[in-house]
């Protein structure tokens, strides 16, 4: 599965999915970044672009 997200005051927002062989998968992928820590950007940026693989 690969996933593309915005980085927006430490908090991942505007999720876009990639690849993914199951919207169920998607969903949880969603979830756990949402739930997870607060993310730091690069060189105090206010805003980031992040792409992601996931593995399963």
Do not use: C, H
Not at 30 to 51: D, T
Request: charged letters at 25%; zero cysteines; proline letters at 7%.
């Amino acid at each position: 599965m690969q996933i593309k997200f915005d980085i927006e005051n430490a908090t991942p927002v505007r999720f876009e999915v990639l690849q993914s062989p199951d919207s169920n998968i998607s969903s949880k992928v969603i979830q756990f970044i949402k739930s997870g820590p607060k993310w730091e950007n690069y060189q105090s940026m206010p805003k980031a672009e992040v792409k992601l693989k996931v593995e399963y």
